[in-house]
């Protein structure tokens, strides 16, 4: 069936998915974030300590989520907090959370679901804050990991390969575009996926990636080219598609494991056998090129989702970072 590449990208251009991504840069702004040592705008904050960096990120969850699946909310809370440590080649450390309830009966299913993927994948729950004296049910969790090398949004280079990896073992948790294959995986696998990404950063068969969020395929591409300044093409039919899933839905999901990497050709062949050979789909679905385009391609058709140069998503990248030294040098 023939792809309409131009309604396709409209529509993507269009998603709440991606247009919620817009919110980290004023946010961002707000903070007064910047001059770190480690470029704001990435999975995690990431501080120097010694011989490697210490990682520390923190999400939230929107509160009908956690009202329509308290238990898979509070998994989630535990498995996207590592899959941000883990897209920068570290490894998880441990987890704290927020927690509000309308009563314990309330919150019961939200901490099973955090314990669970706790024990799971091995990283403790070490402490947090509580209030179920409240009508309002919310969740967020933070993490502390630890990396010996970083994998970065800011480092794709033009030339380089876009990779994507991504668990197809699962199926989507219903009504949310969640694909989730982690809740039923024995826990011995759970636990040795987190370290394909590490091994990658410390083998140094790339230095730029970033796991797969609301945003889907598309949306993570142009957060990934914004940081690094970069334009990206995706070819559209280079991306496996789990059995039975269409393509529309796939590019808006939110996978429980997958990262996009940008490597370049020559470590392309040792990345891909990384993942396969642990069961995850790898392929190669598009390419890192000079220029500020990000769009997707298929049958000789191309569309340009977002150009960040003309109408920037998060910011972030090496331009708004330049302006604000300039700023900051005139003030």
């Known amino acids: 069936m023939a792809i309409d590449v131009t309604a396709l990208a409209a529509k ?5 998915g991606i247009a919620a991504k817009a919110d980290i840069g004023p946010v961002a702004a707000g903070l007064g974030l910047g001059g770190q040592p480690v470029a704001v705008g990435d999975d995690c904050a990431a501080l120097p300590d010694g011989d490697g960096y210490l990682l520390f990120a923190i999400e939230g969850f929107i509160n009908e989520f956690v009202a329509a699946d308290p238990w898979f909310a509070g998994w989630c809370g535990v498995m996207v907090n590592i899959s941000d440590v883990v897209a920068m080649g570290g490894r998880p450390v441990a987890v ?22 706790a024990a799971a994948y091995g990283v403790p ?14 969740l967020s969790v933070a993490i502390l990991g630890r990396a010996k090398k970083l994998l970065t949004s800011f480092d794709a280079k033009p030339g380089d390969i876009l990779l994507a990896a991504v668990d ?4 989507y948790r219903e009504p949310f575009n969640n694909w989730e294959a982690a809740t039923d995986a024995p826990p011995g696998r759970l636990r040795g996926d987190l370290e394909i990404m590490a091994g990658i ?43 039975s899933v269409a393509l529309e839905r796939w590019l808006s999901t939110f996978p429980s494991y997958g990262y996009l990497l940008s490597v370049a050709p020559a470590n392309l062949e040792a990345v891909l056998k990384t993942f396969t050979a642990r069961g995850i789909v790898a392929a190669a679905i598009g390419t890192v090129n000079a220029g500020s385009e990000v769009a997707i391609s298929a049958d000789g058709n191309r569309a340009v989702i977002r150009d960040h140069a003309r109408v920037p998503l998060l910011g972030l990248g090496p331009a708004a970072a330049d302006e604000r030294r300039e700023r900051e040098d005139a003030a």
Not at 12 to 16: F, G, P, R, Y
Not at 101 to 108: H, I, K
């Open 96 to 117: 704290v959370d927020a927690v509000w309830a309308n009563g314990e009966v309330n919150a019961s299913p939200v901490l099973e679901g955090m314990r669970a993927a």
């Open 201 to 243: 950063a410390e083998a140094e068969l790339a230095f730029a990636a970033k796991d797969i969020s609301q945003g889907g395929i598309p949306g993570t591409a142009i957060m990934l080219a914004e940081c690094s300044g970069v334009g990206i093409d995706i070819d559209l039919t280079a991306i496996p598609l789990p059995e």
């Open 12 to 16: 993507l251009a269009a998603s709440s």
């Open 168 to 171: 197809h073992r699962g199926r």
């Open 125 to 138: 729950i070490v402490g947090g804050h509580t209030n179920i004296r409240t009508d309002r049910h919310q």
